[in-house]
């Protein structure tokens, strides 16, 4: 079946500029995550989704990262008036629900560039 | 702060030997998820190999597999009869139960020599 998918795959952006990336998981998964992996370095989680449970936002790094899941399937990670040290992938997981340790399925990511 | 640590940035072998890759972590925690996650230049990731804390047989899948020691905190990777396909980034990652979120370390850059 159809694997995780994010779009854009690639995105430049100026400085101040508000963006949009978009997820969708696999189907019939319930947990999404966002994690983000700036150059040369390991990846950071930022928000994760289970259901109809509030989000967990504890990662996000600052008020201008936002996220939101719409019927418990797409997500989409908004981040406001970027800033340079914005620029990383973005790369988004799933999973078949909490507990156990389950799998975390990635996409491929996307791209931020922000000059 | 909980972390996981590669203290190996990058290494490389010959093709068909056997490479350890090291990850150490730190935890307060009695059950969690260790994972070994491969990232290509297509910047996919992909899981390799997976252990449960609880469970003291160490995981294997093919040619991967793991020493796990859970008194020292530590989580190496092992891979046997290496390929070109082997050459990635190599992330060592932690979960605690019930709270999915990993925590990655800083990765290891694996390169094959044909």
């Known amino acids: 079946g159809a694997g995780v998918s994010q779009s854009p795959s690639n995105k430049v952006t100026e400085k101040g500029k508000d963006v949009e990336l978009r997820c969708d998981p696999i189907s019939g998964h319930t947990a999404l995550y966002w994690y983000r992996q700036s150059l040369g370095q390991g990846l950071e989680f930022l928000i994760y989704f289970q259901g109809n449970s509030a989000p967990d936002k504890s990662g996000l790094p600052s008020d201008r990262f936002s996220a939101e899941r719409t019927g418990g399937s797409v997500s989409t990670l908004t981040i406001q008036r970027t800033q340079q040290e914005d620029s990383a992938v973005y790369l988004c997981a799933s999973s078949l629900e909490r507990g156990m340790g389950y799998e975390q399925y990635f996409g491929p990511g996307t791209r931020l560039t922000v000059t | 702060a909980q972390t996981v640590t590669q203290s190996q940035p990058e290494m490389s072998v010959q093709e068909a030997e056997t490479v350890t890759l090291s990850c150490t972590y730190d935890?307060?925690?009695?059950?969690?998820?260790l994972f070994w996650y491969k990232q290509p230049p297509s910047r996919q990731m992909i899981l390799v190999i997976r252990q449960e804390a609880y469970k003291q047989q160490n995981a294997t899948e093919n040619r991967f597999s793991v020493n796990f020691q859970k008194a020292a905190k530590s989580f190496s990777l092992k891979i046997s009869d290496s390929q070109l396909g082997d050459t990635a980034m190599y992330f060592c990652a932690r979960s605690d139960f019930g709270n999915e979120k990993l925590t990655f370390g800083t990765g290891t850059r694996l390169t094959i020599i044909p």
């Open positions: 935890t307060s925690e009695n059950n969690y998820y």
